[in-house]
Nanobody
Framework: QVQLVESGGGLVQAGGSLRLSCVAS????????MAWYRRAPGKQRELVAR???????IYADSVNGRFTISRDNAKNTVYLQMNSLKPEDTAFYYC??????WGKGTLVTVSS
């Protein structure tokens, strides 16, 4: 069992920045891929960014160039640096570990 706890969400004006953090704990015996997903009202969950254990990253086209995913394996933590935020980025953001475990989510609201 792995537990994920997200933090860093909040209210920010368009053009601002936020950094989300996700700390994994529990039965962690290897370095696995971690990812950020989001779900906006009326929309399906979508992948925002993913980082493998080896450090390879992928981004959704909608955030590429604005968001950066990174990880600190020693801390079992993944981050999502979000810059140049847009109102359409408003959503619940969820941390994912090993394509299996999910956090409870943290709300990001971007005002115009």
């Amino acid at each position: 069992q792995v537990q994920l706890v997200e933090s860093g969400g909040g209210l920010v004006q368009a053009g601002g920045s936020l950094r989300l953090s996700c700390v994994a704990s529990g039965n962690i015996f290897s370095i696995n891929a971690m990812a950020w997903y989001r779900r906006a009202p009326g929309k399906q969950r979508e992948l925002v960014a993913r980082i493998t254990g080896g450090g390879s990253t992928i981004y959704a086209d909608s955030v590429n160039g604005r968001f950066t995913i990174s990880r600190d394996n020693a801390k079992n933590t993944v981050y999502l640096q979000m810059n140049s935020l847009k109102p359409e980025d408003t959503a619940f953001y969820y941390c994912n570990y090993a394509m299996t475990y999910w956090g409870k989510g943290t709300l990001v609201t971007v005002s115009s």
